[in-house]
């Protein structure tokens, strides 16, 4: 069963930096578009960035200066490094295949404050 394992958030001011981790296991993520994307309080899920199998990405406009999503196959992970963080980007950060939904993670909260 393919799990999806998210780490590396928590709690900075405005202007600092993170960086996100998401681990596979059960599936291979070379052959995956991945993607991450967010919950912040009383707002559904939205998307954030994803990464194709060819390494092209895309992201919200919100966070296309300041976010940079990366995969390293050879560690099936998928990170998201967020720079210049704003307290609009707290929230609760999971990863998954942006084309096939897998199960759900726990996520990783990040909380930034002014």
Known sequence: QVQLVESGGGSVQAGGSLRLSCVVS???????????YRRAPGNQ?????RIANGGSTYY???????FAISR?????????QL????????????CNDALTSLPWGQGTQVTVSS
Do not use: C, H, Q
């Open 26 to 36: 059960g599936s291979i993520v070379s052959a995956r578009t991945m993607a991450w």
């Open 45 to 49: 899920r939205e998307f954030v960035a």
């Open 72 to 80: 390293d196959n050879g560690k099936n992970t998928v990170y998201l």
């Open 83 to 94: 720079n210049n963080l704003r307290p609009e980007d707290t929230a609760i950060y999971y």
């Open 60 to 66: 919200r406009p919100s966070v296309k200066a300041r």
